[in-house]
């Protein structure tokens, strides 16, 4: 009977806990099959420096509080591993870590990155003669990637969003006759406009403008669509991605240095858009970055988001007691209204390193707004409000014990 090892990667959400808690619970009810589950200590940094957390350690009532816990009970870290070729070391180090520890499974939460991380370790376990089944299990507020209709994490970000900016422009249109016109609210998504369409979801009554960064930024249209909206309705809201670029490529917020996964670091297209209209049009503005607030906001998640997330990480556990390996489980919609869902799953190599870009048929013709297709799209996404539990006034997330096995192998740098 094998071990199993689940790792967190990338930046953290509202609801992958919910995640950790479906793989936990479901391989507690295959003990027959799977051993021990052992969590990394800040994602897979954890395995290459043998931190290992043994959740049997954590209670049931613990791992099922994980379900309405948001940001990583174990820990993540932004730590891209390099290619086979550039670094054979590292993904060698991984396989010598799990024989150590008899781990044959695998589960590996979080984006793009890490679905190219679980598909090497997969590739080189084999040769190396310790198979190890790698099942990605998917995670990512930015809603890019392929093969699943959605990714668990970004239905809460987007309800979150929309929330904010009708909240945000209920404030403003208050203060407009005499004080502020303009509010500009920053949400995140580097390369597909996902988070920003769903400040799209408000209501038509309220005058929104999106800027997506698969639309170049076109400051003269930009200013006369913010224009006639102050005039018409007397204020005006935008939703800029963090990844809006001018014509020649550039972001409108990219600080010239980078993150630990090379990616441009950015942060500041708000300002930059909020000073834009002041300099041509002289209205007043207010400006807010949502940076972590969005991804952390477990108060307000979307229940279809919790129980994706978790149907997901039970999904992985069982698909790999099927034998199955180098997939992901992903989300198969089957209808709008009513929603109706399955899980599905998709193979390793037509995942890793694959971005899914908002499509065309999503935005509007001027460039500004999100069309029916996509309101469509999204609104299921935000259905249901999932609360966590409270206490004297705020809610009672759940903080894992971490206690660590003990160490079999010499030292390992990362």
Request: net charge negative; aromatic share 10%.
């Given at each position: 009977?094998?071990?199993?090892?689940y790792?967190?990667?990338?930046?953290?959400?509202?609801?992958?806990?919910?995640?950790?808690s479906?793989v936990?619970?479901?391989a507690?009810?295959?003990?027959?099959?799977?051993?021990?589950?052992y969590?990394?200590e800040?994602g897979?940094?954890?395995?290459?420096?043998?931190?290992?957390?043994?959740?049997?350690?954590?209670s049931?009532?613990?791992?099922?509080?994980?379900?309405?816990?948001?940001?990583?009970?174990f820990?993540s870290?932004?730590?891209?591993?390099?290619?086979?070729?550039?670094?054979?070391a590292?993904?060698?180090?991984?396989?010598?870590?799990?024989?150590?520890?008899?781990?044959?499974?695998?589960?590996?939460?979080?984006?793009?990155?890490?679905a190219?991380?679980?598909?090497?370790?997969?590739?080189?376990?084999?040769?190396?003669?310790?198979?190890?089944?790698?099942?990605?299990?998917?995670k990512?507020v930015?809603?890019?990637?392929?093969?699943?209709?959605?990714?668990?994490?970004?239905?809460?970000?987007?309800?979150?969003?929309?929330?904010?900016t009708?909240?945000?422009?209920?404030?403003?249109?208050?203060?407009?006759?005499?004080?502020t016109?303009?509010?500009?609210?920053?949400?995140?998504?580097r390369?597909?406009?996902?988070?920003?369409?769903?400040?799209?979801?408000?209501?038509?009554?309220?005058?929104?403008?999106?800027?997506?960064?698969?639309v170049?930024?076109?400051?003269?249209?930009?200013?006369?669509?913010?224009?006639?909206?102050?005039?018409?309705?007397?204020?005006?809201?935008?939703?800029?991605?963090?990844?809006?670029?001018?014509?020649?490529?550039?972001?409108?917020?990219e600080q010239?240095?980078?993150?630990d996964?090379?990616?441009?670091?950015?942060?500041?297209a708000?300002?930059?858009?909020a000073?834009?209209?002041?300099k041509?049009?002289?209205?007043?503005?207010?400006?807010?970055?949502?940076?972590?607030?969005?991804?952390a906001?477990?108060?307000?998640?979307?229940?279809?988001?919790v129980?994706?997330?978790?149907?997901?990480?039970?999904?992985?556990?069982?698909?790999?007691l099927?034998?199955?390996?180098?997939?992901?489980?992903?989300?198969?919609r089957?209808?709008?209204?009513?929603?109706?869902w399955?899980?599905?799953?998709?193979?390793?190599?037509?995942?890793?390193?694959?971005?899914?870009?908002?499509?065309?048929?999503?935005?509007?013709?001027?460039?500004?707004?999100?069309?029916?297709?996509?309101?469509?799209?999204?609104?299921?996404?935000?259905?249901?409000?999932?609360?966590?539990?409270?206490?004297?006034?705020?809610?009672?997330?759940?903080?894992?014990?971490?206690?660590?096995v003990?160490k079999?192998?010499?030292?390992?740098?990362v």
């Open positions: 009977m094998k071990n199993a090892f790792a967190q990667s990338g930046g953290v959400t509202a609801v992958i806990n919910a995640s950790a479906g936990i619970e479901t507690r009810k295959h003990s027959d099959k799977i051993g021990t589950v969590a990394g800040n897979i940094i954890g395995a290459l420096t043998e931190n290992l957390i043994d959740t049997s350690a954590e049931d009532a613990d791992i099922a509080a994980l379900n309405h816990t948001p940001s990583g009970g820990g870290c932004r730590y891209k591993m390099k290619s086979l070729e550039a670094n054979k590292e993904y060698e180090r991984l396989i010598k870590v799990f024989k150590a520890h008899n781990i044959g499974y695998f589960f590996y939460n979080g984006g793009g990155d890490s190219d991380t679980c598909l090497k370790v997969s590739q080189l376990s084999e040769s190396m003669g310790f198979p190890i089944q790698a099942i990605h299990i998917p990512t930015d809603n890019d990637l392929p093969v699943t209709d959605n990714c668990p994490g970004f239905g809460s970000v987007a309800k979150y969003i929309a929330v904010s009708m909240e945000a422009s209920f404030d403003v249109a208050s203060m407009a006759a005499t004080s016109k303009i509010f500009v609210l920053e949400v995140m998504g390369h597909a406009g996902w988070i920003a369409a769903a400040g799209g979801l408000v209501d038509s009554s309220i005058p929104v403008v999106i800027l997506f960064p698969e170049d930024f076109n400051e003269e249209k930009f200013l006369a669509k913010v224009d006639q909206n102050v005039k018409e309705y007397g204020y005006c809201t935008i939703v800029v991605s963090e990844g809006t670029k001018w014509p020649d490529g550039t972001f409108l917020a010239g240095t980078r993150d996964f090379g990616h441009a670091q950015l942060g500041g708000a300002p930059v858009v000073n834009i209209i002041k041509a049009l002289g209205y007043k503005f207010h400006w807010a970055v949502a940076d972590y607030l969005q991804r906001a477990r108060h307000l998640a979307s229940n279809s988001d129980e994706q997330a978790y149907a997901l990480g039970k999904a992985a556990v069982e698909m790999a099927d034998g199955k390996n180098s997939i992901m489980p992903s989300i198969v089957k209808s709008n209204n009513p929603y109706q399955e899980i599905g799953y998709g193979e390793l190599k037509d995942i890793a390193n694959v971005e899914k870009m908002m499509p065309e048929s999503y935005i509007s013709e001027d460039g500004f707004s999100i069309t029916n297709a996509c309101r469509e799209y999204l609104l299921p996404l935000i259905e249901g409000e999932n609360y966590p539990p409270y206490n004297n006034g705020l809610p009672d997330y759940v903080v894992m014990k971490k206690i660590k003990g079999k192998l010499p030292p390992f740098e």
